[in-house]
């Protein structure tokens, strides 16, 4: 699987970056124009710039250019796009399954344990050679670029995998044809990308299993994607599960925090919102819907289970209470036991 630009110029498809008329450019790496022009960013991430004439001729928007980076990733490309570059080409997207189970090859087999990371279990760090194009430095003020890149990456960047694969993780985001979940009206994109860390310390951690979610129209200038094409005979690989960490809005950048994960007034506000609009049990739907594992309860059964658990406890303390006092009694002891 590589990752390509687009159909040649012949083609009449229009982006939905295009369509819209812009999308999301990081501020330290959009143009001064792009800059000037741009008065919109995203309330919680005032880094991401809604830039108009961003799409993937002009990454950084008014004044860059892909003139001398055609061996770079293409991005601001949706899923839409991404769609559409697969079936000209002939080829598909990956299901998440099949992105995932190339990323571990060959650390993931019937003889080989699965792996962290393409090339096995050492975690990237500055004290040995840089693997993958990550964020190094202050986040998102400096990006040192100790890896080799502050930015994006070529397309064959770095050493390819046993497999033969190139920047599975890093670099940019990579769409599969996998929904999120059922109701999310979202897709999967697996693998990061540059603004991400290697320690989670800001954005997403990254690894093999790294993944989020996003609305099929969104684009930024850290997403991307690779085609994928099935060959006759091989073996099919079984759907798995996956625990759904990131729960987005509509059209958020990514490396834009899940605010039900971060916590604060921002996680407590989307809850109260979707309680009001869709009662508890619309709430419970929804958590179940996202794979949150959290169960929805009214004041009422807060304080009712609250108090269950309270005489659970009375109940422990006495039966503890009871076979310490028990241990130390003299009743089952005869007369000649007894000193």
Not at 126 to 145: I, M, V
Not at 168 to 188: D, H, I, P
Not at 206 to 222: F, P
């Amino acid at each position: 699987a590589t990752r390509r630009r687009r159909p040649p110029q012949e083609s009449s498809y229009r982006t939905d970056a295009e369509k819209f008329g812009w999308s999301f450019v990081l501020e330290l790496h959009a143009t001064a124009v792009a800059k000037a022009r741009s008065n919109q960013t995203v309330k919680e991430a005032p880094h991401w710039l809604v830039v108009h004439g961003a799409w993937w001729r002009y990454p950084g928007g008014p004044g860059s250019s892909v003139q001398h980076r055609w061996h770079y990733p293409a991005v601001h490309v949706s899923f839409h796009d991404a769609k559409a570059y697969c079936k000209w080409a002939g080829k598909r997207l990956p299901t998440e399954t099949e992105w995932e189970a190339a990323a571990r090859r060959p650390h993931a087999s019937l003889t080989s344990p699965s792996q962290p990371y393409p090339w096995g279990a050492e975690p990237p760090t500055n004290s040995t050679p840089w693997k993958l194009n990550l964020w190094q430095g202050d986040f998102p003020r400096t990006d040192a670029g100790l890896d080799g890149f502050a930015g994006l990456a070529p397309a064959d960047a770095f050493a390819p995998s046993q497999a033969g694969l190139h920047n599975m993780l890093g670099n940019v985001w990579e769409w599969t044809a996998t929904w999120f979940s059922k109701s999310s009206r979202q897709r999967v994109l697996r693998g990061g990308s540059y603004l991400d860390s290697a320690d989670g310390s800001f954005n997403h951690r990254v690894s093999c299993g790294t993944r989020m979610g996003n609305t099929e129209d969104s684009s930024a200038d850290n997403m991307g994607f690779r085609c994928a094409q099935s060959v006759s005979g091989a073996p099919k690989l079984a759907p798995r599960g996956y625990a759904y960490s990131q729960a987005k809005r509509k059209r958020p950048p990514p490396g834009v925090g899940d605010p039900l994960r971060d916590g604060g007034e921002a996680a407590q506000r989307m809850v109260q919102e979707l309680a009001a609009e869709h009662g508890a049990d619309g709430l419970q739907k929804w958590m179940d819907q996202m794979g949150m594992g959290v169960d929805v309860m009214t004041a009422a059964d807060a304080q009712a289970k609250q108090g269950e658990k309270r005489k659970r406890v009375e109940e422990q303390v006495a039966r503890a209470v009871r076979e310490e006092r028990e241990a130390h009694s003299f009743d089952d002891l005869a007369d000649e036991d007894i000193d």
